[in-house]
């Protein structure tokens, strides 16, 4: 399989003498070596025409083959790369806001390091207004937020989108009632994130839009300190959707309800970086990570 690469070149060439230059080596020679693996494979990798060749079927196949042997051949050098005792560990910043913090953050580095075990990564956390100028001043390379950012010399990717959700503990009266209303907040005893955050912000206004006083007992920056209390006290909360994995509730014998208003509270969870991270080859590996995650989980 040694001619592998220069099969792939003719190919993606569609001509003997193209694929010669661009090898630098004579076409008699490069004309041998794909006869040898012609004869090598067993089969007719080209049809030829005159001066023309036409692939088979058998050549597109092996082809396709080529194509995944060079991405593998890549992706090994990149992780070797990592371990090079001569080149300083690569490094990434990641500033991120306490609700992606705890539910997003987890999930992407954990898919990230599975190809770059070596990578130095480190979180800065605060609001998303906190994080908007460390990214814009690359205190941190990438902003992961829930919300979507509109800001000068910013670029923003959308990951997902997500609202909030009622969480109710077990035995909570509201569990067997057939359908839920907004107007069931009314002085519903409840634990919910503390005052400036994003999701806070939503319920806020969410609150006010219809006249709704709930109980609040109290306010927490922690999503798992939430989680604890929630059962511990037999209180309500509302937290995002994408925070609620079953075995998290099975664990907690926590309960999902749904409210039609709470769908008003859409926020969209989004990456935020500078023109500059394109530039930073661990960032960007990151974001690309980041985008195909998310693109298979709605496929």
Known sequence: MEHLDIFASVVELESLNKASQALNISQPALSRKIMRLEEELGVDLFLRRGKRLEITRAGQILYEYALEQRHSERKLFRQLEEFKSDSKPASIIIGASLTTLQSTLPDLITIY????????????????????????????????VASKIEHPGLKCIPLFDDHLCLVLPLGHPLIDKASLEIDDLQELPMILFSRGTWYRILMDELFHRYN???????????????????STCHTATLLPESYLRRSLMKDNELFIRFIPALEQT??????????????????????????QYFNRLED
């Open 212 to 230: 709704i006083h709930p109980d609040v007992k109290m306010e927490i920056d922690s999503f798992e300190a939430i989680i604890r209390l929630v």
């Open 266 to 291: 859409t926020r969209t969870t989004s990456l935020l970086f500078t023109e500059e991270a394109v530039h930073h080859p661990s960032a960007q590996r990151f974001i690309e990570k980041a985008r």
């Open 113 to 144: 390091t599975k190809d770059y075990p070596k990578i130095d990564i480190k979180a800065v956390t605060g609001k998303t207004h906190e994080i908007v100028p460390m990214v814009k001043e690359r205190k941190v390379d990438i902003g992961l």
